[in-house]
């Protein structure tokens, strides 16, 4: 069975522009939750869909967004960048929603300069 | 505020050697897992430990979490230049995981 996968798995972008980054779940896995990861802050969930819809959020601002497919994959956007979002960006899937067992992506490095 | 905290923060030790990692928490958690994460990848899933006072075993990795289940600690015996690698412990929060500091462990051949 394959793992999640996660395009791009680098980036660079600069300051005020905006990205996109993509993860496909594990077949049959309804949930994909997203987490930053950062060297200072360690991993921060962000949100968390399911069925195609956004069943939870961590503490982020709002021009971090993202949306769900009828077939799991997930997308997560980030407008305006600034400095201080260059980070991993991890998704995970899981069979169900809340706290189930994840499994994580390869991440999306993402450099804002 | 972190919920679990990780220490070791680093440890470069030699290739043979013993190592223990703690993860503890002020909070009882109904499970921790213990994650390894090696550069460039993302996080792969070890063990989770559910009940008080559980010991599992995973080749040469010991998991323990603690009987009042607000700590854990991963015992490495005799480690290589595989296990390598940041070793996170996580607990569920609600509607999602919590995730430790993080020990960044290398091991030198």
């Known amino acids: 069975k394959a793992g999640v996968t996660q395009t791009p798995r680098y980036l660079i972008k600069t300051r005020g522009q905006q990205v996109t980054l993509s993860c496909s779940p594990i077949s049959g896995h309804r949930s994909v939750s997203w987490y930053q990861q950062t060297p200072g802050q360690g991993l921060q969930f962000l949100f968390e869909y399911f069925s195609e819809t956004q069943r939870n959020k961590g503490n982020f601002p709002g021009r971090f967004s993202g949306r769900q497919f009828s077939n799991s994959r997930s997308e997560m956007n980030v407008s305006t960048l600034e400095l201080g979002d260059s980070a991993l960006y991890l998704c995970a899937s899981s069979r169900r929603e809340g706290a189930d067992t994840q499994y994580f992506g390869p991440g999306t490095r993402l450099t804002v300069l | 505020t972190q919920l679990l905290e990780q220490s070791p923060q680093f440890l470069s030790i030699q290739e043979g050697e013993n190592l223990t990692v703690y993860c503890n928490s002020s909070s009882v958690f109904s499970s921790l897992q213990w994650y390894r994460q090696e550069p460039g990848e993302g996080p792969v899933l070890l063990v989770t430990?559910?009940?008080?006072?559980e010991v599992k075993k995973l080749k040469r990795l010991t998991f323990q979490f603690g009987d009042a289940r607000k700590d854990s600690s991963l015992h490495i015996t005799a480690a290589q230049p595989g296990d390598t690698g940041l070793y996170l412990c996580a607990g569920p929060r609600t509607y999602k995981y919590i995730f430790g500091t993080g020990t960044r462990l290398k091991v030198l051949a």
């Open positions: 430990v559910v009940t008080g006072g």
